[in-house]
């Protein structure tokens, strides 16, 4: 049973670039949510994805957009980058079960460094 | 309100000792406690979960304690190895209802395990 996977595992990309990261759930999760870790912090949530829908967004600015597939497959948009955009990005994925959200489950992310 | 605060922020112990790690909530629609580890360069791994009907849960050498009334909740590791060493991240979602289960993370715990 394949995990969450995520490509690609290292980005180096220049001020004012925009870059797209991809996330694939984990077989049978339905939704994809999306976190940002700078160097010695945890996780900051970016968004979540669910039936190809943003369904909530946390303190993060319109830069960052995403896109979930009908395979439930996603990607993260950063348009205009700015040097504390550098981090690992971590994609998470989760499925109802049940009547509620079950664990996340989360990739191996992707090491964004700006130059 | 949504903040999860965790200490310490680094720990060190001897091999077989037993490292505590705390964490505290405001929200008190948080109904879902789960505990992560991160190896360098790696995404957070579950590790061990618990909700808040439930005062104590052990999974192997890993134990969660949870005082509903005091908003507290903490990871206890028994018969420390090196293997051990790494990033702890405590974390709280609402799971249930309508919600999609945005993980709010504390700041994290590095624990180095000694030979």
């Known amino acids: 049973d394949a995990g969450v996977t995520q490509s690609p595992t290292h980005l180096i990309k220049t001020r004012g670039q925009q870059v797209t990261l991809r996330c694939s759930p984990k077989?049978?999760?339905?939704?994809v949510s999306w976190y940002q870790q700078a160097l010695g912090q945890g996780p900051q949530f970016i968004f979540q994805?669910?039936?190809?829908?943003?369904?909530q967004r946390g303190n993060f600015p319109d830069r960052f957009s995403g896109h979930q597939f009908p395979n439930y497959s996603s990607e993260l948009n950063v348009n205009a980058l700015l040097l504390g955009d550098s981090a690992l990005y971590l994609c998470?994925?989760?499925?109802?079960?049940?009547?509620?959200?079950?664990?996340?489950?989360f990739g191996p992310g992707t090491r964004l460094t700006v130059l | 309100q949504q903040q999860v605060k965790q200490s310490p922020q680094s720990l060190i112990v001897q091999k077989g000792g037993i490292p505590i790690i705390n964490c505290a909530y405001e929200?008190?629609?948080?109904?879902?406690f789960p505990w992560y580890q991160q190896f360098p360069g790696k995404g957070p791994a579950l590790l061990i979960a618990?909700?808040?009907?439930?005062s104590e849960k052990k999974e192997g050498r890993f134990t969660i304690s949870f005082n509903k009334s005091a908003k507290q909740f903490s990871l206890h590791i028994m018969d420390s190895q090196p293997g051990d060493s790494a990033t702890y991240f405590c974390?709280?979602?609402?799971?249930?209802?309508?919600?999609?289960?945005?993980?709010?993370f504390g700041q994290g715990t590095i624990l180095t395990v000694h030979p």
């Open positions: 929200n008190t629609a948080f109904d879902y």
């Open positions: 618990i909700r808040p009907d439930v």
């Open positions: 998470a994925s989760s499925v109802w079960t049940g009547g509620r959200r079950d664990t996340q489950y």
């Open positions: 994805y669910y039936e190809e829908e943003e369904r």
């Open positions: 974390a709280a979602s609402i799971n249930s209802g309508t919600s999609y289960g945005k993980l709010t």
């Open positions: 077989s049978g999760h339905d939704t």
